[in-house]
């Protein structure tokens, strides 16, 4: 097996679980809501861009779009079911978890019984075509993923940074008490954030069925290797899941060469508990204050 | 003005006018004078609707002697009573009376001897679902009480009970088949498994807190998970590892074997839940009842060691998740990959969520709930799982901390409304607002101007044309009762902003002017109207008062 072989997927992978890492982050440092519901908007999205490419259009524009506009609705229906009626209450972190664990208990359930339990894939956004790079071989899919999730995080990033929203988003991130002092919707930008960080699980659940079906169980993996990464890299630092997703990329890649395909996982949870114990709030994780709520 | 109706055709007579020395109008058109004491009356009178007011006695009352009161039932060989019962005195009769505080060994007590009372009047064509069922619940809720001890005792959000369970499970399974280990070592070696896994996750809950831990667990969870399905000893193929030596004979009959199934779990719930009660009852349930989220740093000035007593909770809990996946290998000869599966975790959570965090009878209720709808109704199919998260959601979104926060919940919330209704039967006389109230130190001052605006109200009701037109004709001198009354208010009014005439020349014009109230401080020209003779300005200045009063 060839190293570049090997490193090309992992970075693929990487960029695909570093979208959802961004998104988990993004949520729990602006909102303080841990959202294990992305399996459920991964999911959403990905039957939403099959019944499109079923029914409407095999376009791979529109379906991309489509997968990201499902994501965006699955996002808002999170934040409209669990954040908006829970952000107030007492025990918010725990209970909001539990009900975004229990959105993706009914979700899966509820594809199961509309779906069936057969896998979809969705049709190919890139084509078919390869590129020799440095003695590489780079298939499309691979390119186009890299590429689109890169650009979705250069386009949020953007958004994040210039936009009015954005600027009120990160107002909520660094003291969401006072946002909510000097006017900024608690609600409204929780409507945002969600649709937003959905969007970018759309994206991923569209780019990673180029590789895998869309099945009813299938957001869990995503959904576990993202807040891995969130994790790793820091809850509420966007240039510490990307770093996390790069390093924890590598290391899948090295443990596929040299050890095996099965260690993956354990290699990463070491890795991952070694950076935990090492700086406890993550890569480039604040290190004594967390977000009061 | 106040409407005259009733009040015209009233004529007052000046009483010295038949002495002849009578100043002011010999008679005059006036109002009747209602009686002031009404008004005080209805103003001062306590109209809030009043109930009966105390509890209802919702609790068994014993008879009780002085002497009694010491003799009491005590836990052998400690001093510890058997139920906390308190002597009291009723109110009204003076009798002595008993009463137990804390109930809830006795609920205890009668759902244990149900739940072993149970198998005995299952119908007959559910006997084997409601048994196996019945097995399931003991094992899931001793699980989920220790789990509960790690989530709500020691506050360590950790998934990954289920994680120690299933690897206790798996390698003690493992070490049955492979080396013939008895099954009554089983257990013991799961106990050794689940301190070593206690160990290595203990090492970052010391680091991390809260919810990175909980994610972390997650991650672990599903570690186990991978690593178990795929690894070629643990048997990927068949969806389990099976063949372990258990107590169950299967030579026996089926029956039997469900019946000794169900009762060996329920012994297990027992062993849990009293491990419960010896850690959460105890010396470290209560260091860390001093010490919950937020306050740890309190907890620690004052000495308690909280991090301490979590770790050792945590690993202690650890030994007993993992005795547990010991035993569950005993039971059922192996056990099966789905106790990795994220939906064994969610259902977990699910049961702990629907009960209620942090409470034995919270996760005993949740697992009786959720494994009735996931075992016994079987023929409902996928719609279990979804009511199972449509319950946990609602739990959550609902409910504070599940079906036991319920009361405290919903005497939290009857505590704001009564406030919020007694709030709208408080008379509000506007004399004062309740924070200036409070604020003011000499309450003369409220009781003042409470009286004052008594008065003024009443006083509104006598100012008629009649009145007025009777001091324009005679403005000094003796008048008729109503406007005497208005009168005398006026001339008791305080002496800043009090009205007065100014005279121009020797012989007038007159200009009204009000007194600024302070020594030094010359009084202001209220307006520029000029009054040729006196009469004519006091009856301005009266009418002055007058509309002051009016808007007041």
Redo the contacts between chains.
Sequence with gaps: MDVFFVLTNAITVACIYGLIAIAVSITWSSLGLINLAYGFVFTFAGYGAWLFAEHISEMPVLLAGAGIAMGALAGIIVCLVVFIPLHDKPNFTTRGMIATLAISLIGSQSFLMFFGPRPKSLPDLFGFWTVDMFGVTLTSDKIGIVLCSTLMLFVVVRWMRGSRRGLEIRAMMMNPHAASIVGIGVRSTGIYVMAVTGAMGGLASVLLSQTYYIAPFNGLTPLIKGVSIALCGGLGSVQGAVIAAILLGLVEALTNEFLGGQYVLMTQFLVIIAVLVVRPRGISGLLDKAREQ | MTEPTEKSGYTWINPLASWGTATGNPAAPSVPVPDIREDWDRVTGYKVPTYLVGRLKHYVIWSNHGDRLWNRTRWWPTRRNLLHVTGIYNRKTAIAEKKILDRRPIYWLICMVLLALAPLVFPASMQNTLLTAGTIFGIFAAINVCWTLIIGTASI?SLASYAVVGTAAFLTSWLSITYGVPWYVLPLIGSAIGLVFGLAIA??AL??????Y???T???N??CR??FT??KEFGSASGGLYGADSFIRESWDPMVQSYVGYYAAFALLLGSLSLFRLINGKRLGRVLRMAPEKREAFAAACGVDYKRARIVIFIVTSVALGFIGGFYAAQYRGVAFSIFS??TV??G??ML?IGG?GKAEGAVLGTLVVVFLDKVLLEWG??R??L???L??AA??FL??GYFGIKKQFNAWRDKKRGEWRSTRTEKGGEALPEEATETNDKDQLYFRRFDKIQRDYLKKLITPEIIEEHRRQPLGQHSEALERVLLYFRRAKLEDKYALHRAGPHGPYKIIAFSGSRGVSPRIVDDREFATVDEGYHGVFMRRVHDLMES
């Design positions: 959000f090492l970052p680091r991390l807190d809260g919810f990175y909980a994610l972390l997650l991650g672990l599903e570690l991978v690593f795929t690894s994220f939906d969610l259902l959570l699910a969520a965090i996928p719609i799982h979804f199972v998260g449509a946990m959601l959550v979104l504070n901390n």
